[in-house]
């Protein structure tokens, strides 16, 4: 356990959109963090010369590594997976290692092995409930954060850790709202909150994109409506890949459940009945617009 409640030292590895914003806000909103990034040549050289990172490295971890009081993970999935040996090995000792990542049972899983409870170094899933359609550092922003839930996996008594009370510090700062819960249920919450859309959208587009005729029709017709509920059709599926690998269970069961109530409101085209799906689907807005 460190002696030091205080988070000085950070290295961000991958400084896309969600590192590069979490780059930016340490930058915008904490005093005195020296801030590394890891990543391509390319994507670490445009961090630097934006601001967001004090030095830059791509292509050895350990240099990157060392030193860093919070190792902050920003890469798809797939790759945190393969990364997460070696920064379990290269991290520093009392190191706090954390990850951004859209799914939580199988990275959680393997950091149970990889850091064991009488490890030096800890693990803490996490999950800012933030993001765009569109990928990369030119399109962070200090402020992505701010307002929105950022997940973090446990048991509420892990906050008596003082390396996850700085963290959670840091969040607060950066605006993000923490909120603990195991990784199961966030899985199962976000396939149906978060991933469950995106598909949807994606079908959405997919169609309408087949049905396009000679003159554009029906989308030279289309209103600000369409495009604002096709917005997640804009985000590439190299994010979402890993994702829906990962929590295919949730995503297959919620889309049979999605189905069915197409079919239910299909059925019902002809009659009065579709008002109460109207009035619920209304009563969901404005709990969002509330949040």
Not at 43 to 66: K, N, W
Not at 235 to 249: G, M
Request: charged residues 20%; negative net charge; glycine residues 6%.
């Amino acid at each position: 356990m460190p002696s030091a409640h205080v988070i000085n030292r950070v290295t961000i590895l991958g400084t896309g959109l969600i590192g590069g914003s979490f780059a930016h806000a340490l930058r915008k909103y904490t005093a005195d963090i020296h801030i590394a990034g890891w990543d391509r040549p390319d994507v670490v050289r445009e961090a630097q010369s934006l601001g967001a990172i004090d030095a830059a490295f791509s292509t050895e971890l350990a240099p990157a590594l060392e030193n860093a009081d919070l190792v902050y993970i920003a890469l798809p999935i797939g790759a945190t997976l393969d990364l997460l040996p070696e920064v379990a090995r290269l991290a520093p000792p009392n190191a706090l290692i954390t990850d951004a990542c859209s799914t939580k049972v199988r990275i959680t899983e393997d950091a149970a092995d990889l850091f064991p409870e009488d490890s030096s170094k800890l693990f803490l899933g996490g999950h800012p409930m933030a993001g765009r359609e569109l990928s990369g550092i030119a399109h962070a922003d200090a402020d992505l954060f701010r307002n929105h839930t950022y997940a973090l996996i446990g048991a509420s008594s892990e906050q008596t850790d003082p390396r996850i009370s700085a963290f959670v510090k840091i969040l607060e700062k950066i605006g993000a709202r923490s909120i603990w819960l195991g990784a199961q249920q966030h899985d199962y919450a976000v396939g149906l909150a978060s991933h469950l859309p995106q598909l949807a959208a994606v079908a959405l587009a997919s169609f309408l994109y087949d049905h396009l005729d000679e003159n554009g029709l029906p989308i030279t017709l289309a209103g600000p409506g369409l495009r604002d509920s096709l917005r997640l059709a804009g985000s590439p599926y190299s994010t979402w890949r890993d994702i829906v690998l990962t929590n295919k269970e949730v995503l297959s069961a919620a889309l049979d459940l999605f189905a069915r109530r197409l079919d239910d409101l299909r059925e019902r085209l002809a009659s009065r009945d579709l008002e109460a799906d109207f009035d619920a689907a209304n009563e969901l807005y404005k709990l969002l617009r509330s949040l």
